[in-house]
């Protein structure tokens, strides 16, 4: 990685407490442009929260987080938005599909934060639609589809990109996955995993939480946490 | 160089679309908290729209009948009786300046009965009348059937009814003949209804000749009434007792016939504050209603707000998606009442043969009220959502 292209994620001695919770400590880990990471970890080790940092949803009680060379701690409510809304894309274990509404615009809404005209998000989730096998869904709602369809329409939502936005055609995108196979049956999973490596393949950084020990394994990257600590990196760098 | 980390606006359409999301899903829970609001306003708009048109109507009657007839009449004397006035009343007000016709009615003692059969105790509730040849003139009164009396008629037992009087003693066309102060006399005419002169309607009006020759009558006139400059009626109606009984200018009674009219009209408006009030009521329950509503769609829709922070929506924009959800919310209901307050008052102004009107102000000002009640019921609801913690909205089931 070149001097001049911060890494995507940068965590430095990151611990994140709730209450008297501690339940994530001292977490150092580095994700450059375009990696597929698995995070995995017993259930309570504080995967999720590590996700939630790096998605700038939440904030550390200690150390610094940066995303695409921004530090968190440093930026208003606005500025974390719009990071959210150009940079990072999440899928949910829970699909958050809105009831009752075409899915074509349950996906459009990817873009709605972002500014931009409702005419080409609409046009950009079709695509997007078509490239995960839903271009005959479009206007179908989502109790009449499958789980594993949904979580492709969650993923279609979440890198929903506009290469005339703001991040520019190089622009990093950052797909934060938490658990997207978790409510799915295997044949499921695995199709929504294709999806995932199709994305890093174009070039989009992924990191996913998953309970699947074949699923990590199968991923170029590990993170392992245990008790709210990085115990193992399979890349070497954040591990102690 | 554009700053990468600006917050995008939101556009307008697309603001409103997303405030209008959380409508759209849940029809019947709108259409409940919708309707506490629609009710208030409706009923404030149809108080305000029934008594406008009320007046408007009246505004118009009484641009028909002018605006410009004044009555004088004897009032009590210092003895406390009832004083007369003097026979000479009418030919003095006609030389007042402005006052433009005259004419005038005295009382006649008489029964009128549709035969000789009647048992005399029973009275008709028709009054005898004389009149003056101007009396239709000035007053305004029009003729609806036959002709009105003149210097022949007037001089011989012939009469002419008030429309009540008509219709009270079954007598539709001229020509039957009426009991009347124990002698028959010939219907000569019948009179329109006249809204100004009500006490005309139930009256048999006589010739004044004819009364003092055969039914006794003393020549005092009981009314003058006198048409007057319009510009003029206030002065006219200050300077008309001198005239008219020059004696005892004190014991005469000078009034407008159409402040009554008016006056009447404004009676029915504590009515119409009561209902007022219970509109207000009923709108302080509907937003009540609202923010209830409100309240429940914020603590229901958890996950969403979670989902929408992390796909880069400001605390601000949250805020306005439940602003903006309340305010739609509430318009709804206000427009609903609009329409419904316009309906009301065009139905009750078409039972009673009124122009309905309901002023461009009230409309205005109950889609205001909707609004504001719409931004004060969805202000803390909006910032309880708004407050929320992405990562706590997202764990919510
Ligand atoms: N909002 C919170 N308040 C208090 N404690 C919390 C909160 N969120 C997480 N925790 C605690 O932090 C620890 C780590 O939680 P986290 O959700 O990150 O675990 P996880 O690895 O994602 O678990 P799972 O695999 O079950 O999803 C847990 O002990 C949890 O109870
Ligand atoms: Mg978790």
Redesign the pocket.
């Known amino acids: 990685m070149s001097g001049t292209v911060p890494p995507v994620v940068e965590l430095r001695g990151v611990g994140r407490e709730y209450g008297g919770v501690t339940a994530l400590r001292d977490a150092t880990l580095t994700i450059g442009r375009g990696e597929l990471v698995a995070v995995v970890g017993p259930?309570g080790s504080g995967?999720?929260t590590l996700l939630n940092l790096m998605g700038t949803l939440d904030r550390p009680t200690s150390g610094v987080v940066r995303i695409d060379g921004h530090d968190v701690g440093g930026l208003s409510d606005r500025r974390l938005a719009a990071l959210r809304a150009r940079t990072i894309g999440f899928v949910f274990q829970q699909f958050h599909l809105a009831a009752g509404v075409p899915v074509l615009d349950s996906v459009a809404d990817g873009l709605l934060y972002g500014g931009t005209p409702r005419a080409r998000r609409r046009a950009l989730a079709e695509e997007a639609l078509r490239r995960v096998g839903l271009g005959h869904r479009l206007r179908h709602r989502p109790h009449e589809l499958s789980g594993g369809e949904k979580q492709r329409c969650a993923i279609a939502r979440a890198v929903l990109g506009d290469p005339s936005g703001a991040s520019g055609p190089g622009g990093p995108r950052l797909l934060l996955a938490?658990?997207p196979t978790g409510a799915l049956d295997s044949a499921s999973g695995r199709t929504v995993m294709g999806l995932l490596r199709d994305l890093h393949a174009a070039g989009t950084t992924v990191v996913v939480?998953t309970h699947d020990q074949d699923i990590a394994a199968s991923l170029p990257r590990q993170v392992r946490l245990r008790d709210g600590r990085i115990a193992d990196d399979s890349a070497g760098g954040g591990a102690r | 160089m554009n700053d990468p980390l600006r917050a995008a606006r939101l556009r307008p359409g697309d603001a409103v679309r997303v405030g209008a999301s959380g409508l759209r899903t849940r029809p019947v829970r709108v259409f409940l908290s919708a309707l506490g609001i629609a009710i208030g306003i409706a009923a404030m708009i149809a108080v305000v729209g029934i008594s406008t048109s009320g007046r408007e109507d009246l505004d118009r009657r009484l641009d028909a009948l002018g605006t410009n007839l004044l009555t004088v009449a004897p009032g009590q004397s210092f003895t406390g009786g009832t004083s007369h006035l003097p026979d000479e009343a009418e030919e003095m007000i006609a030389r007042v300046g402005p006052v433009e016709s005259v004419g005038a009615t005295g009382r006649v003692e008489v029964s009128v009965y549709r035969n000789d059969h009647v048992p005399e105790p029973e009275t008709s509730g028709i009054g005898g009348y004389a009149a003056r040849l101007g009396l239709p003139e000035t007053v305004g009164a029009g003729i609806a059937e036959g002709a009105w009396l003149n210097e022949a008629t007037g001089a011989y037992p012939s009469v002419v009814l008030g429309a009540d009087a008509a219709a009270g003693l079954g007598v539709h066309e001229p020509g039957a003949l009426v009991w009347l102060g124990g002698r028959w006399c010939v219907v000569v005419g019948i009179l329109r209804p006249a809204p100004l002169t009500p006490e005309l309607d139930s009256s048999a009006l006589v010739g004044w000749a004819f009364a003092e020759e055969e039914l006794g009558f003393d020549g005092h006139p009981t009314t003058v009434y006198a048409r007057a400059d319009e510009a003029a009626v206030p002065e006219v109606r200050d300077v008309l007792a001198a005239p008219a009984n020059p004696a005892a200018p004190n014991e005469v009674k000078v009034s407008r016939p159409s402040d009554a009219l008016a006056a009447q009209e404004a009676a029915d408006e504590a009515l119409g504050g009561l209902l007022l009030g219970l509109g207000a009521v009923a709108l302080l329950v509907g937003g009540v209603g609202v923010a209830n509503t409100m309240v429940i769609s914020v603590l229901e829709r958890r996950s969403e707000i979670g989902l929408r922070r992390a796909l880069g929506a400001t605390r601000g924009q949250v805020r306005d998606q439940f602003l903006i959800e309340s305010l739609l919310l509430s318009a709804l209901g206000g427009a609903g009442g609009v329409l419904a307050g316009i309906a009301v008052t065009a139905g009750y102004a078409a039972t009673q043969g009124w122009p309905a009107l309901v002023p461009a102000w009230a409309m205005a000002g109950g889609l205001g009220a909707t609004l504001v009640i719409g931004g004060l019921a969805g202000f803390y609801p909006a910032l309880r959502a708004a407050r929320l913690a992405p990562t706590e909205a997202l764990t919510a089931v």
């Open positions: 259930s995967k999720s938490d658990e939480i």
